[in-house]
Protein backbone atom coordinates (compact mmCIF):
# COMPACT_ATOMS: atom_id res chain seq x y z
CA UNK A 1 0.00 0.00 0.00
CA UNK A 2 1.63 3.75 -1.15
CA UNK A 3 1.26 5.92 1.47
CA UNK A 4 2.78 8.69 -0.72
CA UNK A 5 4.17 8.97 -4.24
CA UNK A 6 6.05 11.61 -5.82
CA UNK A 7 5.59 11.80 -10.10
CA UNK A 8 8.44 14.07 -12.13
CA UNK A 9 8.86 16.66 -9.42
CA UNK A 10 11.16 19.61 -9.78
CA UNK A 11 12.17 22.47 -8.01
CA UNK A 12 13.95 25.63 -8.94
CA UNK A 13 15.66 28.79 -7.08
CA UNK A 14 15.83 31.90 -9.41
CA UNK A 15 17.45 30.07 -12.26
CA UNK A 16 18.95 27.27 -11.10
CA UNK A 17 17.08 23.83 -10.83
CA UNK A 18 18.00 21.72 -7.49
CA UNK A 19 16.18 18.68 -9.42
CA UNK A 20 13.84 17.31 -12.05
CA UNK A 21 12.04 14.96 -13.36
CA UNK A 22 12.28 12.72 -9.30
CA UNK A 23 9.64 9.96 -9.57
CA UNK A 24 9.39 7.20 -6.24
CA UNK A 25 6.77 6.29 -3.59
CA UNK A 26 7.20 4.88 -0.52
CA UNK A 27 5.04 1.83 0.87
CA UNK A 28 3.45 1.26 4.59
CA UNK A 29 6.13 0.33 7.21
CA UNK A 30 8.96 1.14 4.75
CA UNK A 31 11.47 3.03 6.94
CA UNK A 32 13.55 5.82 4.18
CA UNK A 33 16.64 7.78 4.34
CA UNK A 34 17.32 10.41 1.61
CA UNK A 35 20.64 10.54 1.28
CA UNK A 36 22.88 12.82 -1.52
CA UNK A 37 25.30 15.27 -1.66
CA UNK A 38 25.02 18.76 0.34
CA UNK A 39 22.86 21.79 -1.61
CA UNK A 40 21.54 18.97 -3.97
CA UNK A 41 17.80 19.90 -2.50
CA UNK A 42 17.34 16.83 -0.06
CA UNK A 43 15.81 18.55 2.79
CA UNK A 44 13.37 21.31 -0.09
CA UNK A 45 12.18 17.66 -1.09
CA UNK A 46 11.47 16.90 2.20
CA UNK A 47 9.45 20.21 2.60
CA UNK A 48 7.36 19.27 -0.69
CA UNK A 49 6.51 15.43 0.63
CA UNK A 50 5.63 16.97 3.55
CA UNK A 51 3.28 19.49 2.21
CA UNK A 52 4.89 22.68 3.33
CA UNK A 53 6.53 23.82 -0.17
CA UNK A 54 5.17 23.37 -3.45
CA UNK A 55 6.42 21.74 -6.34
CA UNK A 56 7.57 23.54 -9.54
CA UNK A 57 7.02 20.57 -11.36
CA UNK A 58 4.81 17.50 -11.17
CA UNK A 59 3.22 16.09 -8.23
CA UNK A 60 2.95 14.37 -4.69
CA UNK A 61 -0.07 12.47 -3.65
CA UNK A 62 -0.65 11.03 -0.40
CA UNK A 63 -3.53 8.53 0.62
CA UNK A 64 -6.57 10.21 2.20
CA UNK A 65 -6.77 8.57 5.50
CA UNK A 66 -3.47 8.73 6.61
CA UNK A 67 -2.07 11.30 8.87
CA UNK A 68 1.34 13.08 8.07
CA UNK A 69 4.07 14.12 10.72
CA UNK A 70 6.87 16.52 9.78
CA UNK A 71 10.08 17.32 11.91
CA UNK A 72 11.78 20.03 9.72
CA UNK A 73 15.37 21.02 9.50
CA UNK A 74 14.26 24.51 11.44
CA UNK A 75 11.21 24.16 13.24
CA UNK A 76 9.04 27.61 13.78
CA UNK A 77 6.99 28.11 16.48
CA UNK A 78 4.54 30.67 18.09
CA UNK A 79 7.02 32.43 20.70
CA UNK A 80 4.65 33.46 23.18
CA UNK A 81 3.00 30.00 23.15
CA UNK A 82 4.28 27.49 25.80
CA UNK A 83 5.80 24.42 25.41
CA UNK A 84 2.89 22.58 26.49
CA UNK A 85 0.74 24.43 24.54
CA UNK A 86 2.76 23.88 21.48
CA UNK A 87 3.28 19.90 22.13
CA UNK A 88 -0.91 19.57 22.33
CA UNK A 89 -2.21 22.12 20.23
CA UNK A 90 -2.80 19.21 16.93
CA UNK A 91 -6.55 18.38 17.96
CA UNK A 92 -5.69 14.77 18.77
CA UNK A 93 -8.06 13.87 21.10
CA UNK A 94 -6.21 12.00 23.84
CA UNK A 95 -3.61 14.53 23.87
CA UNK A 96 -6.66 17.28 24.48
CA UNK A 97 -7.49 15.00 27.75
CA UNK A 98 -3.37 14.74 28.81
CA UNK A 99 -3.45 18.56 28.56
CA UNK A 100 -6.44 19.20 30.33
CA UNK A 101 -5.12 16.53 33.03
CA UNK A 102 -1.49 18.08 33.11
CA UNK A 103 -3.40 21.36 34.18
CA UNK A 104 -5.38 19.56 36.71
CA UNK A 105 -2.36 18.20 38.53
CA UNK A 106 -1.00 21.90 38.35
CA UNK A 107 -4.07 23.26 39.99
CA UNK A 108 -5.45 20.65 42.65
CA UNK A 109 -7.53 23.23 44.01
CA UNK A 110 -9.78 22.75 41.21
CA UNK A 111 -11.78 19.93 42.00
CA UNK A 112 -14.18 19.82 38.88
CA UNK A 113 -11.22 20.71 36.32
CA UNK A 114 -9.94 17.31 37.91
CA UNK A 115 -13.41 15.84 37.29
CA UNK A 116 -13.23 16.98 33.90
CA UNK A 117 -9.57 15.83 33.08
CA UNK A 118 -10.48 12.32 34.81
CA UNK A 119 -13.86 12.05 32.45
CA UNK A 120 -11.59 12.68 29.35
CA UNK A 121 -8.65 10.41 30.61
CA UNK A 122 -11.12 7.73 30.74
CA UNK A 123 -13.32 8.62 27.27
CA UNK A 124 -10.05 8.81 25.16
CA UNK A 125 -8.43 5.53 26.75
CA UNK A 126 -5.26 8.28 27.81
CA UNK A 127 -3.85 6.77 30.61
CA UNK A 128 -1.29 4.22 28.86
CA UNK A 129 -0.55 7.09 26.56
CA UNK A 130 -0.09 9.63 29.13
CA UNK A 131 2.92 7.17 30.18
CA UNK A 132 4.30 7.16 26.76
CA UNK A 133 4.28 11.04 26.25
CA UNK A 134 5.97 10.96 29.70
CA UNK A 135 8.58 8.86 28.33
CA UNK A 136 9.19 10.51 24.97
CA UNK A 137 9.51 14.13 27.15
CA UNK A 138 12.04 12.82 29.78
CA UNK A 139 14.34 10.72 27.11
CA UNK A 140 14.26 14.52 25.13
CA UNK A 141 14.86 16.24 28.51
CA UNK A 142 12.07 18.39 28.47
CA UNK A 143 10.31 19.31 31.61
CA UNK A 144 9.41 22.96 32.64
CA UNK A 145 6.41 22.71 30.39
CA UNK A 146 5.33 26.07 31.33
CA UNK A 147 7.93 27.59 29.25
CA UNK A 148 7.25 29.74 26.53
CA UNK A 149 9.18 29.06 23.34
CA UNK A 150 10.74 32.34 22.72
CA UNK A 151 13.03 31.02 25.99
CA UNK A 152 14.24 28.55 24.50
CA UNK A 153 17.60 27.72 22.31
CA UNK A 154 17.54 25.97 19.02
CA UNK A 155 18.55 22.60 20.13
CA UNK A 156 15.97 22.89 22.42
CA UNK A 157 12.89 23.99 19.91
CA UNK A 158 14.09 21.21 18.17
CA UNK A 159 13.82 18.60 20.97
CA UNK A 160 10.26 19.87 21.22
CA UNK A 161 9.54 19.76 17.58
CA UNK A 162 10.81 15.70 17.59
CA UNK A 163 8.68 15.25 20.81
CA UNK A 164 5.81 16.78 19.14
CA UNK A 165 5.85 14.50 15.91
CA UNK A 166 6.39 11.21 18.29
CA UNK A 167 3.76 12.16 20.70
CA UNK A 168 1.46 12.37 17.32
CA UNK A 169 1.44 8.63 16.02
CA UNK A 170 1.64 9.75 12.50
CA UNK A 171 0.81 7.08 10.06
CA UNK A 172 3.81 8.84 8.08
CA UNK A 173 6.55 10.36 9.56
CA UNK A 174 9.15 12.82 7.56
CA UNK A 175 12.42 13.87 9.73
CA UNK A 176 15.37 16.12 9.07
CA UNK A 177 17.98 15.49 10.87
CA UNK A 178 16.67 14.08 13.97
CA UNK A 179 19.61 13.68 15.78
CA UNK A 180 20.65 17.16 15.83
CA UNK A 181 21.02 18.46 19.59
CA UNK A 182 20.31 15.58 20.96
CA UNK A 183 22.95 13.74 23.11
CA UNK A 184 23.90 10.31 22.43
CA UNK A 185 21.95 8.63 25.21
CA UNK A 186 18.45 9.98 23.60
CA UNK A 187 19.98 9.46 19.88
CA UNK A 188 20.11 5.77 20.94
CA UNK A 189 16.88 5.78 22.59
CA UNK A 190 15.39 7.52 19.50
CA UNK A 191 17.21 4.72 17.23
CA UNK A 192 15.52 2.00 19.52
CA UNK A 193 12.07 3.64 19.51
CA UNK A 194 12.37 4.04 15.46
CA UNK A 195 13.62 0.80 14.69
CA UNK A 196 11.32 -1.34 17.35
CA UNK A 197 7.86 0.61 16.32
CA UNK A 198 5.86 -0.45 13.08
CA UNK A 199 6.03 2.86 11.60
CA UNK A 200 6.60 4.49 8.01
CA UNK A 201 9.52 6.91 8.12
CA UNK A 202 11.04 9.54 5.14
CA UNK A 203 14.19 10.72 6.70
CA UNK A 204 17.41 12.66 6.02
CA UNK A 205 20.35 11.77 8.93
CA UNK A 206 24.42 11.79 8.57
CA UNK A 207 24.37 9.30 11.23
CA UNK A 208 25.32 5.77 9.99
CA UNK A 209 25.13 3.80 12.95
CA UNK A 210 21.71 5.52 13.03
CA UNK A 211 20.98 4.98 9.68
CA UNK A 212 22.23 1.33 9.36
CA UNK A 213 20.07 0.21 12.80
CA UNK A 214 16.57 2.05 11.86
CA UNK A 215 16.52 2.22 7.62
CA UNK A 216 15.54 -0.77 5.49
CA UNK A 217 15.65 1.75 1.94
CA UNK A 218 18.52 4.32 0.71
CA UNK A 219 17.17 6.70 -1.68
CA UNK A 220 20.45 8.80 -3.17
CA UNK A 221 20.23 11.56 -5.30
CA UNK A 222 23.12 11.73 -7.21
CA UNK A 223 23.60 14.40 -10.21
CA UNK A 224 20.19 14.47 -10.97
CA UNK A 225 19.58 10.59 -10.79
CA UNK A 226 17.89 8.64 -8.51
CA UNK A 227 18.89 5.48 -7.32
CA UNK A 228 16.87 2.94 -4.92
CA UNK A 229 18.71 0.43 -2.25
CA UNK A 230 16.40 -1.78 -0.54
CA UNK A 231 18.60 -2.30 2.58
CA UNK A 232 20.14 -0.52 5.14
CA UNK A 233 23.29 1.48 5.02
CA UNK A 234 25.96 -1.40 4.55
CA UNK A 235 23.82 -2.90 1.82
CA UNK A 236 23.68 0.83 -0.05
CA UNK A 237 27.68 1.46 0.22
CA UNK A 238 28.32 -2.29 -1.46
CA UNK A 239 25.54 -1.62 -4.13
CA UNK A 240 27.01 1.88 -4.87
CA UNK A 241 30.40 1.28 -4.91
CA UNK A 242 29.19 -1.88 -7.60
CA UNK A 243 27.21 0.91 -9.74
CA UNK A 244 30.18 3.69 -9.83
CA UNK A 245 32.42 0.82 -10.83
CA UNK A 246 30.08 -0.37 -13.83
CA UNK A 247 29.62 3.63 -14.68
CA UNK A 248 33.36 4.13 -14.73
CA UNK A 249 33.54 0.70 -17.36
CA UNK A 250 30.36 2.39 -19.37
CA UNK A 251 32.01 5.77 -19.86
CA UNK A 252 35.12 4.47 -20.39
CA UNK A 253 33.37 2.50 -23.24
CA UNK A 254 31.62 5.06 -23.89
CA UNK A 255 34.60 7.03 -24.76
CA UNK A 256 36.25 4.57 -26.65
CA UNK A 257 33.23 4.41 -29.01
CA UNK A 258 33.19 8.05 -29.41
CA UNK A 259 36.75 8.20 -30.70
CA UNK A 260 35.54 5.89 -33.56
CA UNK A 261 32.25 8.02 -34.00
CA UNK A 262 34.67 11.78 -34.28
CA UNK A 263 36.81 9.87 -36.76
CA UNK A 264 33.52 9.24 -38.82
CA UNK A 265 31.95 12.56 -37.89
CA UNK A 266 35.03 14.43 -39.27
CA UNK A 267 35.24 12.71 -42.50
CA UNK A 268 33.94 14.18 -46.10
CA UNK A 269 32.88 17.42 -44.44
CA UNK A 270 30.94 18.27 -47.38
CA UNK A 271 29.63 15.12 -47.13
CA UNK A 272 28.13 15.90 -43.86
CA UNK A 273 24.52 16.60 -44.65
CA UNK A 274 24.01 13.14 -46.39
CA UNK A 275 25.13 10.97 -43.56
CA UNK A 276 22.27 8.82 -41.75
CA UNK A 277 20.42 11.26 -39.55
CA UNK A 278 20.07 8.15 -36.50
CA UNK A 279 24.17 7.51 -36.46
CA UNK A 280 24.37 11.86 -36.16
CA UNK A 281 21.38 11.79 -33.50
CA UNK A 282 23.58 8.45 -31.31
CA UNK A 283 26.87 10.80 -31.78
CA UNK A 284 25.57 13.50 -29.41
CA UNK A 285 23.83 10.79 -27.24
CA UNK A 286 27.04 8.95 -27.09
CA UNK A 287 28.83 12.22 -26.24
CA UNK A 288 26.49 13.09 -23.63
CA UNK A 289 27.11 9.73 -22.00
CA UNK A 290 31.13 9.83 -22.00
CA UNK A 291 30.90 13.59 -20.53
CA UNK A 292 28.18 12.65 -17.80
CA UNK A 293 29.15 10.50 -16.39
CA UNK A 294 32.03 11.50 -14.68
CA UNK A 295 32.40 11.20 -11.13
CA UNK A 296 31.45 13.81 -8.96
CA UNK A 297 34.37 16.74 -7.51
CA UNK A 298 35.69 15.44 -4.34
CA UNK A 299 36.34 17.55 -1.47
CA UNK A 300 39.96 17.88 -0.91
CA UNK A 301 41.22 18.86 2.87
CA UNK A 302 44.53 19.57 2.85
CA UNK A 303 46.31 22.44 5.48
CA UNK A 304 49.92 23.23 6.75
CA UNK A 305 49.78 22.48 11.10
CA UNK A 306 51.77 24.70 12.54
CA UNK A 307 54.50 23.17 14.85
CA UNK A 308 53.59 22.10 18.49
CA UNK A 309 56.28 23.03 21.51
CA UNK A 310 56.92 21.14 24.25
CA UNK A 311 53.55 22.61 26.33
CA UNK A 312 50.21 22.87 24.92
CA UNK A 313 47.57 23.44 27.13
CA UNK A 314 47.82 22.63 30.92
CA UNK A 315 44.81 22.66 33.31
CA UNK A 316 45.91 22.72 36.80
CA UNK A 317 42.96 21.99 39.91
CA UNK A 318 40.26 23.63 37.46
CA UNK A 319 37.01 24.77 39.03
CA UNK A 320 34.07 26.70 37.16
CA UNK A 321 30.75 26.79 38.42
CA UNK A 322 27.24 28.98 37.47
CA UNK A 323 25.68 29.40 40.71
CA UNK A 324 25.00 26.46 42.65
CA UNK A 325 25.27 24.43 38.95
CA UNK A 326 28.98 22.70 38.66
CA UNK A 327 30.32 22.57 35.72
CA UNK A 328 33.90 21.81 36.34
CA UNK A 329 35.37 20.47 39.70
CA UNK A 330 38.33 20.30 40.13
CA UNK A 331 39.68 18.53 37.10
CA UNK A 332 43.17 18.06 36.14
CA UNK A 333 44.78 17.21 32.47
CA UNK A 334 48.31 18.19 30.84
CA UNK A 335 47.72 17.89 26.99
CA UNK A 336 50.25 15.79 24.90
CA UNK A 337 51.33 16.24 21.41
CA UNK A 338 48.76 13.99 19.05
CA UNK A 339 46.16 13.51 21.67
CA UNK A 340 42.87 12.14 20.09
CA UNK A 341 40.07 13.02 22.91
CA UNK A 342 36.54 12.86 22.38
CA UNK A 343 34.05 14.90 25.08
CA UNK A 344 30.67 13.11 25.83
CA UNK A 345 27.89 14.16 28.01
CA UNK A 346 24.16 15.06 28.56
CA UNK A 347 23.28 18.67 27.28
CA UNK A 348 23.55 21.06 29.63
CA UNK A 349 25.88 19.38 31.68
CA UNK A 350 29.14 21.84 30.76
CA UNK A 351 30.82 20.52 28.05
CA UNK A 352 30.46 23.60 25.75
CA UNK A 353 31.55 25.48 29.24
CA UNK A 354 34.71 23.44 29.57
CA UNK A 355 35.42 24.15 26.05
CA UNK A 356 35.21 28.15 26.38
CA UNK A 357 37.65 27.43 29.16
CA UNK A 358 40.31 26.05 27.00
CA UNK A 359 40.19 28.56 24.69
CA UNK A 360 40.10 31.20 27.29
CA UNK A 361 36.56 32.76 26.41
CA UNK A 362 35.83 32.12 30.18
CA UNK A 363 38.00 32.21 33.43
CA UNK A 364 38.18 29.21 35.59
CA UNK A 365 37.08 30.07 39.17
CA UNK A 366 39.80 28.53 41.05
CA UNK A 367 42.59 26.55 38.88
CA UNK A 368 44.78 27.60 36.09
CA UNK A 369 44.54 27.09 32.25
CA UNK A 370 48.16 27.72 30.54
CA UNK A 371 48.33 27.46 26.98
CA UNK A 372 51.68 26.99 25.03
CA UNK A 373 52.81 29.63 23.33
CA UNK A 374 53.32 27.94 19.75
CA UNK A 375 49.49 26.22 20.19
CA UNK A 376 47.17 27.74 17.44
CA UNK A 377 43.66 27.03 18.05
CA UNK A 378 41.07 25.91 15.47
CA UNK A 379 37.48 26.53 17.04
CA UNK A 380 34.58 24.72 15.12
CA UNK A 381 31.50 25.84 17.04
CA UNK A 382 27.94 25.09 16.85
CA UNK A 383 26.79 28.72 16.49
CA UNK A 384 25.47 29.75 13.15
CA UNK A 385 27.70 30.67 10.16
CA UNK A 386 27.99 34.92 10.77
CA UNK A 387 27.67 36.91 7.51
CA UNK A 388 26.20 40.19 5.97
CA UNK A 389 23.12 39.98 4.20
CA UNK A 390 24.82 40.90 1.34
CA UNK A 391 28.45 39.44 1.77
CA UNK A 392 29.65 36.47 -0.81
CA UNK A 393 31.39 33.56 -0.16
CA UNK A 394 34.58 34.33 -1.17
CA UNK A 395 34.25 38.01 0.70
CA UNK A 396 33.89 36.38 4.06
CA UNK A 397 36.82 33.76 3.18
CA UNK A 398 38.59 36.82 2.37
CA UNK A 399 38.41 38.09 5.96
CA UNK A 400 40.66 35.69 7.21
CA UNK A 401 43.14 35.26 4.76
CA UNK A 402 43.93 36.35 1.08
CA UNK A 403 46.60 33.39 0.55
CA UNK A 404 46.71 29.64 2.48
CA UNK A 405 49.56 27.13 2.40
CA UNK A 406 48.38 23.20 2.66
CA UNK A 407 50.47 20.31 3.74
CA UNK A 408 52.68 20.32 1.17
CA UNK A 409 54.01 23.66 0.99
CA UNK A 410 52.19 24.69 -2.00
CA UNK A 411 50.31 28.40 -1.31
CA UNK A 412 46.82 28.63 -3.03
CA UNK A 413 45.14 32.09 -3.01
CA UNK A 414 41.50 32.41 -1.22
CA UNK A 415 39.41 31.47 -4.32
CA UNK A 416 41.66 28.43 -5.14
CA UNK A 417 41.20 27.23 -1.33
CA UNK A 418 37.44 27.60 -1.91
CA UNK A 419 37.44 25.44 -4.70
CA UNK A 420 38.66 22.50 -3.25
CA UNK A 421 35.93 22.83 -0.71
CA UNK A 422 33.80 22.17 -3.67
CA UNK A 423 32.70 26.06 -3.67
CA UNK A 424 33.55 26.44 -8.12
CA UNK A 425 34.07 29.80 -9.21
CA UNK A 426 30.47 31.05 -10.41
CA UNK A 427 29.61 29.82 -6.30
CA UNK A 428 31.97 31.69 -4.78
CA UNK A 429 30.58 34.95 -6.10
CA UNK A 430 26.86 33.43 -4.45
CA UNK A 431 25.49 35.55 -1.48
CA UNK A 432 26.04 33.48 1.86
CA UNK A 433 22.35 33.91 2.46
CA UNK A 434 21.93 31.45 -0.25
CA UNK A 435 23.77 28.62 0.62
CA UNK A 436 22.27 25.10 1.91
CA UNK A 437 22.57 24.49 5.51
CA UNK A 438 25.47 21.81 4.57
CA UNK A 439 27.06 24.38 2.67
CA UNK A 440 27.27 26.90 5.23
CA UNK A 441 28.73 24.47 7.60
CA UNK A 442 31.67 23.45 5.08
CA UNK A 443 32.49 27.24 4.82
CA UNK A 444 32.18 27.72 8.56
CA UNK A 445 35.01 24.62 8.44
CA UNK A 446 36.96 26.21 5.75
CA UNK A 447 37.05 29.46 7.77
CA UNK A 448 38.69 27.55 10.76
CA UNK A 449 41.54 25.45 8.87
CA UNK A 450 42.39 28.24 6.85
CA UNK A 451 44.27 29.81 9.73
CA UNK A 452 46.34 26.87 9.83
CA UNK A 453 45.42 25.29 13.75
CA UNK A 454 48.15 22.96 15.55
CA UNK A 455 44.99 22.37 18.58
CA UNK A 456 41.59 21.50 16.84
CA UNK A 457 38.03 22.10 18.71
CA UNK A 458 35.32 20.59 16.74
CA UNK A 459 32.03 21.20 18.56
CA UNK A 460 29.36 18.80 16.68
CA UNK A 461 31.26 19.07 13.54
CA UNK A 462 29.17 16.76 11.49
CA UNK A 463 25.51 18.61 11.75
CA UNK A 464 24.29 19.06 8.61
CA UNK A 465 27.58 17.73 6.81
CA UNK A 466 26.73 15.16 3.79
CA UNK A 467 27.93 11.48 4.01
CA UNK A 468 30.77 12.32 1.35
CA UNK A 469 32.40 15.07 3.04
CA UNK A 470 32.16 12.97 6.33
CA UNK A 471 34.24 10.68 5.38
CA UNK A 472 36.77 13.34 3.60
CA UNK A 473 36.65 15.11 7.07
CA UNK A 474 37.39 11.67 8.60
CA UNK A 475 40.34 11.24 6.31
CA UNK A 476 41.71 14.54 7.02
CA UNK A 477 41.80 14.53 10.82
CA UNK A 478 42.89 10.78 10.75
CA UNK A 479 45.88 12.27 8.97
CA UNK A 480 46.14 15.43 11.31
CA UNK A 481 49.24 16.04 12.96
CA UNK A 482 47.96 18.37 15.88
CA UNK A 483 45.77 18.04 18.89
CA UNK A 484 42.00 17.28 18.72
CA UNK A 485 39.00 17.34 20.78
CA UNK A 486 35.99 16.62 19.61
CA UNK A 487 32.26 16.85 20.54
CA UNK A 488 30.04 15.03 18.50
CA UNK A 489 26.99 12.74 18.80
CA UNK A 490 28.15 11.04 15.68
CA UNK A 491 28.94 7.65 17.55
CA UNK A 492 30.92 6.38 14.60
CA UNK A 493 32.62 9.65 13.74
CA UNK A 494 33.86 9.21 16.86
CA UNK A 495 34.49 6.11 17.10
CA UNK A 496 37.09 6.35 14.04
CA UNK A 497 38.49 9.53 15.54
CA UNK A 498 39.52 9.68 19.23
CA UNK A 499 41.41 7.01 21.64
CA UNK A 500 40.17 8.50 24.87
CA UNK A 501 36.91 10.37 26.51
CA UNK A 502 36.31 12.87 28.81
CA UNK A 503 32.98 11.87 30.28
CA UNK A 504 31.18 14.64 31.72
CA UNK A 505 28.97 12.85 34.62
CA UNK A 506 27.52 15.60 36.50
CA UNK A 507 28.10 17.67 39.20
CA UNK A 508 31.18 18.78 37.24
CA UNK A 509 32.83 15.92 37.25
CA UNK A 510 35.00 14.52 34.35
CA UNK A 511 36.27 11.14 33.83
CA UNK A 512 39.19 10.25 31.66
CA UNK A 513 38.00 6.89 29.90
CA UNK A 514 41.05 4.62 27.95
CA UNK A 515 38.89 4.16 24.47
CA UNK A 516 36.45 5.44 21.91
CA UNK A 517 32.68 5.58 22.36
CA UNK A 518 32.03 2.10 21.66
CA UNK A 519 34.50 1.20 24.05
CA UNK A 520 32.91 3.33 26.62
CA UNK A 521 29.00 2.02 25.96
CA UNK A 522 30.55 -2.20 26.50
CA UNK A 523 32.19 -0.89 29.97
CA UNK A 524 28.87 0.76 31.19
CA UNK A 525 26.83 -2.32 29.71
CA UNK A 526 29.14 -4.19 31.79
CA UNK A 527 29.44 -2.67 35.10
CA UNK A 528 25.53 -2.34 35.07
CA UNK A 529 25.76 -5.82 34.46
CA UNK A 530 28.04 -6.56 37.27
CA UNK A 531 25.82 -4.65 39.85
CA UNK A 532 23.08 -6.28 38.93
CA UNK A 533 24.49 -9.20 40.41
CA UNK A 534 25.92 -7.61 43.05
CA UNK A 535 22.36 -6.56 43.88
CA UNK A 536 20.73 -10.01 42.84
CA UNK A 537 23.60 -11.82 45.32
CA UNK A 538 22.73 -9.49 48.20
CA UNK A 539 18.89 -10.11 47.93
CA UNK A 540 19.17 -13.89 47.82
CA UNK A 541 18.69 -16.20 50.45
CA UNK A 542 21.45 -18.31 51.86
CA UNK A 543 21.66 -21.59 49.91
CA UNK A 544 20.92 -24.83 51.39
CA UNK A 545 24.33 -26.44 51.76
CA UNK A 546 23.63 -30.44 51.36
CA UNK A 547 25.22 -33.70 49.76
CA UNK A 548 24.06 -34.40 46.19
CA UNK A 549 24.55 -37.33 43.86
CA UNK A 550 25.84 -36.18 40.74
CA UNK A 551 22.43 -36.79 39.42
CA UNK A 552 20.49 -34.63 41.74
CA UNK A 553 23.01 -32.00 41.09
CA UNK A 554 22.14 -31.92 37.14
CA UNK A 555 18.25 -31.96 37.60
CA UNK A 556 16.52 -29.20 37.50
CA UNK A 557 16.67 -26.35 40.62
CA UNK A 558 14.24 -26.47 43.00
CA UNK A 559 12.92 -23.87 45.47
CA UNK A 560 14.36 -23.81 49.15
CA UNK A 561 11.67 -23.90 51.80
CA UNK A 562 12.04 -19.87 52.40
CA UNK A 563 11.47 -19.30 48.24
CA UNK A 564 8.37 -21.50 48.51
CA UNK A 565 6.86 -18.95 51.50
CA UNK A 566 8.05 -15.95 49.61
CA UNK A 567 6.67 -17.16 45.91
CA UNK A 568 3.30 -18.33 48.32
CA UNK A 569 3.32 -14.95 49.72
CA UNK A 570 3.73 -12.92 46.53
CA UNK A 571 0.63 -14.34 44.84
CA UNK A 572 -1.58 -13.29 48.02
CA UNK A 573 0.15 -9.68 47.92
CA UNK A 574 -0.17 -9.04 43.75
CA UNK A 575 -3.83 -9.97 44.19
CA UNK A 576 -4.66 -7.68 47.06
CA UNK A 577 -3.06 -5.03 45.25
CA UNK A 578 -4.49 -5.60 41.49
CA UNK A 579 -7.81 -5.63 44.01
CA UNK A 580 -6.86 -2.38 45.82
CA UNK A 581 -6.24 -0.66 42.52
CA UNK A 582 -9.70 -1.56 41.13
CA UNK A 583 -10.97 -0.34 43.84
CA UNK A 584 -9.23 3.18 43.58
CA UNK A 585 -9.88 3.56 40.18
CA UNK A 586 -13.63 3.22 40.36
CA UNK A 587 -13.45 5.33 43.11
CA UNK A 588 -11.38 8.15 40.11
CA UNK A 589 -14.26 7.36 37.95
CA UNK A 590 -17.31 8.12 40.18
CA UNK A 591 -15.51 11.75 41.19
CA UNK A 592 -15.57 13.11 44.76
CA UNK A 593 -16.11 16.65 45.64
CA UNK A 594 -12.78 16.78 47.96
CA UNK A 595 -10.02 17.29 45.26
CA UNK A 596 -7.39 16.38 47.49
CA UNK A 597 -9.15 12.94 47.75
CA UNK A 598 -8.78 12.55 44.15
CA UNK A 599 -5.42 13.37 43.67
CA UNK A 600 -4.39 11.06 46.33
CA UNK A 601 -6.08 8.80 44.64
CA UNK A 602 -4.19 9.40 41.22
CA UNK A 603 -0.71 9.12 43.07
CA UNK A 604 -1.69 5.52 45.06
CA UNK A 605 -2.45 3.97 41.94
CA UNK A 606 0.55 4.96 40.17
CA UNK A 607 2.72 3.30 43.52
CA UNK A 608 0.65 0.24 43.54
CA UNK A 609 1.52 -0.24 39.87
CA UNK A 610 5.10 -0.11 40.24
CA UNK A 611 4.76 -2.31 43.39
CA UNK A 612 2.85 -4.47 41.74
CA UNK A 613 6.09 -4.53 38.57
CA UNK A 614 8.55 -5.27 41.11
CA UNK A 615 6.74 -8.19 42.75
CA UNK A 616 5.12 -9.44 39.61
CA UNK A 617 8.91 -9.70 38.14
CA UNK A 618 10.02 -11.40 41.28
CA UNK A 619 7.27 -13.98 41.03
CA UNK A 620 7.41 -14.73 37.61
CA UNK A 621 11.77 -15.72 38.34
CA UNK A 622 10.41 -17.78 41.63
CA UNK A 623 7.66 -19.30 39.46
CA UNK A 624 10.59 -20.67 37.35
CA UNK A 625 11.86 -23.41 39.43
CA UNK A 626 7.75 -24.85 40.22
Known amino acids: MNYISAENIGKSFSDRWLFRNISFGVSRGEKVAIVGPNGIGKSTLLN ?85 VKQILGKLDIHDLEKKISQLSGGQRKRVALARVLIEHPDLLIMDEPTNHLDLGAIEWLEHHLSSQNITLILITHD ?37 AQQTAETEKARNLLRKELEWMRRMPKARGTKAKYRIDA ?58 IGIVGKNGIGKTTF ?52 ANGQTLTASQFLNLFLFPPAKQWDLVAKLSGGEKRRLQLLRVLIKNPNFLILDEP ?54 NYTDYREWLEDKDEQEKVQAQKANKPEPVVQTSTPTQETAKRKLSFKEQKEYETLEKEIEELEEKKSKLVAKLNA ?31 LAEYI
Open 48 to 132: ILAGSLPADEGKVSTRKEISIGFLSQNPDFEQDLSIMDTLFSTGHPALSAIKLYEQAMEHPENADLMDKAITQMDATKAWEYESE
Open 208 to 244: RYFLDAVTNTIVEIDRGQLYRYQGNYGYFLEKKAERE
Open 283 to 340: FYELKEKAAGTKANAQLELSVKTTRLGNKIIELDHVYKSFGAQKMVDDFTYVFKKQDR
Open 355 to 406: LNLLTGNLQPDKGTVDKGDTTQIGYYTQQELVYKDNQRVIELVQEIAEVVTL
Open 462 to 515: TNDLDLTTLNVLEDFLENFGGCLLLVSHDRYFMDRLVDHLFVFEGEGKIRDFPG
Open 591 to 621: GSPNHEEITGWAKEIETIERTLGTKTDRWLE
